[in-house]
Nanobody
Framework: QLQLVESGGGLVQAGGSLRLSCAAS????????MGWFRQAPGKEREFVAG????????RYAESAKGRFTISRDNIKNTVHLQMNSLKPEDTPVYYC??????????????WGQGTQVTVSS
């Protein structure tokens, strides 16, 4: 089983930056496309960013384009999400995922427990 553990969340002021990390264990992430989803209280879990198994292809939600960057290190078995110019609406819990690389949450078989990001205005 692939296990994913997120870290790097926290409290930041609007306009600031955070770097989320996802450490995988149990299997090599080189077998999977990886991504990040987020979920605010009372809302659907939504796609944020995805990266192909090789790292050659990335995709982003419109809300993340130009501000967030997803990257992966298949040797270290880690995935990162660099978030810049943060806004209060970027506040929800962020989840690291492994699966097929689409924007659909149903296409991801493995989910981390999540890390909370809070952006103050």
């Amino acid at each position: 089983q692939l296990q994913l553990v997120e870290s790097g969340g926290g409290l930041v002021q609007a306009g600031g930056s955070l770097r989320l990390s996802c450490a995988a264990s149990g299997r090599r992430i080189s077998n999977y496309a990886m991504g990040w989803f987020r979920q605010a209280p009372g809302k659907e879990r939504e796609f944020v960013a995805g990266i192909s198994w090789s790292g050659g292809t990335t995709r982003y939600a419109e809300s993340a384009k130009g501000r967030f960057t997803i990257s992966r290190d298949n040797i270290k078995n880690t995935v990162h999400l660099q978030m810049n110019s943060l806004k209060p609406e970027d506040t929800p819990v962020y989840y690291c995922v492994a699966g097929s690389g689409t924007r659909l949450k149903s296409d991801y078989d493995y989910w981390g427990q999540g890390t909370q990001v809070t952006v103050s205005s």
